[in-house]
T-cell receptor, first 113, second 112 residues
Framework: EAGVTQFPSHSVIEKGQTVTLRCDPI?????LYWYRRVMGKEIKFLLH????????ESGMPNNRFLAERTGGTYSTLKVQPAELEDSGVYFC???????????FGPGTRLTVL | QKEVEQNSGPLSVPEGAIASLNCTYS??????FFWYRQYSGKSPELIMS????GDKEDGRFTAQLNKASQYVSLLIRDSQPSDSATYLC????????????FGTGTKLQVIP
């Protein structure tokens, strides 16, 4: 069974540009999560989808971040315009509806110059 | 106070010894707890979950939960150099959703 996949693995952009990250969850997992780890800090929750609906977006830092999950399958996280402090590793995770166990993807390392 | 507290380490143990990793949490309503292992530059990998007070064993790993003391631990028996990684303690959201709050992680070094 394929795990959670993320694309791209690395992205280097200039401040003010736009970047879109993609996550494909494990097949059959209705729950999809985005997390972020900035340098030296803990992994922090950004938001949670149940199928195509946003269940909790309390961790989204500001309105420059937009997450979508059309059709309840893959998800995208767009940062527009990117700022220096957005640099970090963005992880996606998925889980089955009933359990709390989340399986993480390899992450996208975003560097904003 | 951080929601999930861990000693950042590094914790160094000789090969074959027991490694003991500790974690405390502040939200008494937390119901689910997880230990993730993260190798440098890689994604977190779930190695243990625990929901009830007491011990839960899986191979060389034992998770211990004490809700009264708000304390979670992970014991690794017969530590191997391949166990060298950062271990992340995490808790699930007490509201019933799956939002997970992580600690900063403890770096474990197993010395051959």
């Amino acid at each position: 069974e394929a795990g959670v996949t993320q694309f791209p693995s690395h992205s280097v952009i200039e401040k003010g540009q736009t970047v879109t990250l993609r996550c494909d969850p494990i097949s059959g997992h209705d729950n999809l999560y985005w997390y972020r780890r900035v340098m030296g800090k803990e992994i922090k929750f950004l938001l949670h989808f149940v199928k195509e609906s946003k269940q909790d977006e309390s961790g989204m830092p500001n309105n420059r971040f937009l997450a979508e999950r059309t059709g309840g399958t893959y998800s995208t996280l767009k940062v527009q315009p990117a700022e220096l402090e957005d640099s970090g590793v963005y992880f996606c995770a998925s889980s089955q509806l009933i359990t709390g166990e989340q399986f993480f993807g390899p992450g996208t390392r975003l560097t904003v110059l | 106070q951080k929601e999930v507290e861990q000693n950042s380490g590094p914790l160094s143990v000789p090969e074959g010894a027991i490694a003991s990793l500790n974690c405390t949490y502040s939200d008494r309503g937390s119901q689910s707890f997880f230990w993730y292992r993260q190798y440098s530059g890689k994604s977190p990998e779930l190695i243990m979950s625990i929901y009830s007070n007491g011990d839960k064993e899986d191979g060389r790993f034992t998770a211990q939960l004490n809700k009264a003391s708000q304390y979670v631990s992970l014991l690794i028996r017969d530590s191997q150099p391949s166990d060298s990684a950062t271990y992340l303690c995490a808790r699930g959201n007490s509201g019933g959703y799956q939002k997970v709050t992580f600690g900063t992680g403890t770096k474990l070094q197993v010395i051959p």
